[in-house]
Each structure stands twice: as structure tokens, then as C-alpha cells.
């Protein structure tokens, strides 16, 4: 009975480690050939890391070493991250660039008051119909 609780919790530990490591490692969409080049540099780097701790649990490494090789494959892939993290802000920053068009407003022209039938009389400034002759008022010949 003991050596399956142990299997359950061996599958569970794995499968912990498992999903950890999906969700820290997410597949990023990589279109900057730099960013591509440092993803797979830190991927690289993961990989020793879980070689290093595969290495130390199956006894082939002191504590010290595990520990030094850790911190020092823990120190690059910290630098790393920043790297690809500055990169992502660049990157995120360029493509938050809306290139907006505002609505074009195509301002109505607006005609003159001046409405084309009317003369004005010169004498008497009374306002005539433009087919009118004489001054509706004063009876005196409009300006054609
Ligand atoms: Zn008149």
C-alpha cells in the first residue's frame, strides 16, 4: 500500500512541476528576430537548469556545486528576462501606436444671403424684384 501512495505523489509532484513550468514558460509570439534570439537563449537556460537539478537529485552533484551552478544559471536567466522584458516593452509600445483617422469634416460651403432676385432701388433702397424695371415705390428705373 505504501509504494502506491508514493507512486500517487511522485505522479503528482511530476505533474506539478509540469504545469509550474508550462505556465512560467509561456510560448511567447515572436516576431523580433532579437527577442527570438534571447527566447532561446533562456530556453537553453531552463533546460540546464532542470538538467542541473535532474543531475543533483540522481546524486552526481555535490551540494555545493548544485548550488553555485544554480545561482549561476539563476543570475543569467535573470538578466535575460530583462532583456527580453525591455524588448517586449519596446516592441508592445510600437505596435500601441494607433494610427487614427479622425472623421472627415467636410464643412458644407455656405451660400451668401444674398438672394439673386432682388434689386435694390438706388433712389429709395426699397428692395425690387429683379425683374422689375422701375422701382416698385418710386417708379424710377433699377440698375440691371
Ligand atoms: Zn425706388
Same mark, same amino acid.
Given at each position: 500500500?505504501?509504494w502506491?501512495?508514493c ?8 505533474? +506539478?512541476?509540469? +504545469? ?11 516576431? $523580433? %528576430?532579437?527577442?527570438?534570439?534571447l527566447?532561446?537563449?533562456? @530556453?537553453?537556460?531552463?533546460? $540546464? ?8 537529485? @540522481? ?7 548544485? @548550488?553555485?551552478?544554480?545561482?549561476? +544559471? ?14 517586449e @516593452? ?7 501606436e494607433?494610427?487614427s ?8 460651403? =455656405? ?7 432682388? $434689386?435694390? /432701388?438706388?433712389f /429709395?433702397?426699397?428692395? $425690387? %424684384?429683379s425683374?422689375?424695371? +422701375? /422701382?416698385?415705390? /418710386?417708379? =424710377?428705373?433699377l440698375? %440691371?
Amino acid at each position: 500500500m505504501v509504494w502506491l501512495v508514493c507512486a500517487v505523489l511522485a505522479a503528482g509532484a511530476i505533474g +506539478f512541476t509540469l +504545469f509550474v513550468r508550462e505556465r512560467d514558460v509561456p510560448p511567447a509570439p515572436v516576431e $523580433n %528576430p532579437e527577442l527570438k534570439h534571447l527566447e532561446t537563449k533562456r @530556453q537553453v537556460l531552463y533546460d $540546464n537548469l532542470k538538467d542541473l537539478q535532474f543531475e543533483y537529485h @540522481q546524486g552526481k552533484l555535490s551540494e555545493g556545486d548544485y @548550488q553555485s551552478l544554480k545561482a549561476g +544559471f539563476l543570475g543569467d536567466l535573470a538578466g535575460m528576462m530583462e532583456a527580453i522584458e525591455k524588448l517586449e @516593452q519596446a516592441t508592445g509600445a510600437r505596435s500601441k501606436e494607433v494610427t487614427s483617422q479622425g472623421p472627415e469634416d467636410k464643412e458644407k460651403l =455656405k451660400h451668401g444671403k444674398t438672394q439673386p432676385g432682388v $434689386n435694390v /432701388c438706388p433712389f /429709395c433702397k426699397t428692395e $425690387n %424684384p429683379s425683374d422689375h424695371r +422701375f /422701382c416698385g415705390k /418710386c417708379g =424710377k428705373a433699377l440698375a %440691371p
